[in-house]
């Protein structure tokens, strides 16, 4: 039975396409899950940046009081596109991401060297890490409705997350919800602010929220109930951080601004970046795992992110 889904992406989309001819155009393939037992996130990211000759390659598996373990490979090489599946052969490691249905399963497989944090703020302090091999086979499933953004050549599809994570020796079963998304376009970190979100409520709810500080009562995205979509154009959030410089709280009021829905956020653990632009500018990009709560009383988890430039 057709889709009823006004709002689906195109499936070719899913796809590789020609970059523009901004220095900064990327094409961006995200993945993140949770699971519960044991309580384990990752994400994964491929950053093509095809006019600089080059990708940034991201992967961070975070599990509260424990190390975070991270990949992260500002200049990698360029991905080769063979049939549907793209691969990065990095200097210590081969990544590959494969879309085995379109809009329905995407598989992602990785194997070689990372660095361990005891700390995730060191990684904000470009200080090293101590090695450690990693190895991921991933499934992320779709699991609700895909969901195209109508003002940016962009989507999001709330998944099941499914697969094995192996770190040094330790295999680690992987089961629970998820979110991956796919743009392309120019993407400049260091030209604005912004926080993005993904979550699963316990309810079957799933909510994807995007605000822009500089831009107030405005955000992008999607609740999800029951196989309907109420799509997001207002809202906004707020966060604090700990004296670290971690975020260690956040409020998203998502919707109507007379009436919104309210959602508590405690990051569990942190898979960070530190991006330094050519001209010597410096975001800091604060990815966790993160527990979520409504003030109706319904409690979720996902992934929730904040780009936070240093002025």
Not at 70 to 99: F, K, N, W
């Amino acid at each position: 039975m057709p889709s009823t889904n006004s709002l689906a992406p195109n499936p070719d989309d899913e796809s590789p396409h020609p970059p523009g001819v901004e220095p900064f155009w990327n094409e961006s393939w995200y993945f993140d899950g949770v699971s519960a037992d044991p309580e384990v996130g990752v994400y994964v990211r491929l950053g093509n940046v095809p006019n600089q000759g080059s990708c940034l390659y991201t992967v961070a598996v975070v599990r509260p009081g424990q190390p975070v373990v991270m990949v992260t490979d500002y200049a990698g090489p360029s991905p080769v596109l063979e049939d549907r599946r793209q691969i990065v052969h990095g200097a210590d490691y081969e990544a590959v991401q494969e879309c085995v249905t379109r809009l329905a399963d995407y598989r992602i497989q990785f194997s070689g060297a990372a660095q361990q944090y005891n700390d995730a703020i060191d990684v904000l302090r470009a200080e090293p890490g101590t090695h450690a091999s990693l190895t991921l086979d991933l499934h992320w499933i779709t699991d609700g409705e895909p969901y195209a953004w109508q003002a940016l050549t962009r989507y999001e599809i709330p998944c099941h997350v499914q697969g094995t994570v192996v770190i040094d020796g330790e295999t680690i079963a992987v089961y629970g919800p998820g979110q991956r998304d796919h743009s392309w376009g120019t993407r400049d970190w260091w030209a604005n602010d912004w926080m993005w979100s993904a979550f699963h409520l316990t309810d079957g709810t799933r909510i994807h929220a995007v605000a822009l500080p500089d831009v107030p009562d405005f955000a992008i995205g999607y609740i999800q109930t029951g196989g309907e979509i109420t799509e997001l154009t207002q809202g906004s959030a707020t966060h604090q951080k700990s004296k670290d410089g971690l975020v260690s709280s956040a409020v998203l009021r998502l919707g109507d601004p007379a009436d919104p829905l309210v959602v508590h956020v405690t990051p569990r653990g942190f898979g960070p970046l530190r991006l330094e632009a050519p001209d010597g500018r410096v975001t800091h990009f604060q990815r966790a795992m993160a527990d979520f709560r409504t003030a109706d009383g319904r409690s979720g988890v996902g992934w929730i992110e904040w780009n936070i430039n240093q002025h």
